[in-house]
């Protein structure tokens, strides 16, 4: 199973929205509603941010958001924040109790 | 609250073998579905394998990295899950996370905070 497609990098200043996009295929992403993302500071575990392709676990700002289109996964930052500075990875089940995971995107706040 | 501990991290060299343990509460055990994920140093996320609870069979599944190498378990009894890993190699060197799925398709999910495994000689 191949990691899911990510950018390296995303940017945007300070209240500006910033979307980063999950490639995968119609055996993961496509086949299932079942994608989650998760923000990940330096030296410190994930926190999930969105699951289940839309939706936001309590203590989630409503400033994250979730989306997708056939194969690919969409996580939306709106009015980004200093401490959204963070790496960001996607997952998605991939079937037969199979997870994939993205190869991560790195977001600056400029 | 939830608490996933993980232990048993350490130094190994190339061949070798290292358990690691999750302790878990806050939450039913008996009943959950528990993850490994690993980090390696400056990488990505890595999908490691994934326990069933007993009432659904308690099989595991693993990535193609590790299958035949690597061998996860539980104890209900004690609410831990297990990670053993044999014939390790230098690539297998990571911070290796455990993970409760609170949904058997991967879905909402806690994560614990995760041990360092260093492979070297």
């Known amino acids: 199973q191949s990691a899911l497609t990510q950018p390296p990098s995303a940017s945007g200043s300070p209240g500006q929205s910033v979307t980063i996009s999950c490639t995968g295929t119609?055996?993961?992403?496509?086949?299932?509603?079942?994608v989650s993302w998760y923000q990940q500071h330096p030296g410190k575990a994930p926190r999930l941010m969105i699951y289940?392709?839309?939706k936001r676990p309590s203590g989630v700002p409503d400033r994250f958001s979730g989306s997708k289109s056939g194969n690919t996964a969409s996580l939306t930052v709106s009015g980004l924040q200093a401490e959204d500075e963070a790496d960001y990875y996607c997952?998605?089940?991939?079937?037969?109790?199979?997870?994939?995971f993205g190869t991560g995107t790195r977001v600056t706040v400029l | 609250e939830v608490q996933l501990v993980e232990s048993g991290g350490g130094l190994v060299k190339p061949g070798g073998s290292l358990r690691l343990s999750c302790a878990a509460s806050?939450?039913?055990?008996?009943?959950?579905?528990m993850s490994w994920v690993r980090q390696a140093p400056g990488k990505g996320l890595e999908w490691v394998g994934r326990i069933k609870s007993k009432g659904s069979g308690g099989t595991a599944d693993y990535a193609a990295a590790v299958k035949g190498r690597f061998t996860i378990s539980r104890d209900d009894s004690k609410n831990t899950v297990d990670l053993q890993m044999e014939s390790l190699k230098v690539e297998d060197a990571a911070v290796y996370y455990c993970k409760w799925e609170r949904s058997r398709y991967y879905g909402m999910d806690d994560w614990g905070q995760g041990t360092t495994v260093t492979v070297s000689s």
């Open positions: 997952s998605s089940y991939a079937g037969g109790n199979i997870l994939v």
């Open positions: 119609s055996s993961d992403v496509g086949g299932y509603n079942y």
């Open positions: 289940e392709v839309i």
């Open positions: 806050g939450f039913k055990f008996i009943d959950a579905w």
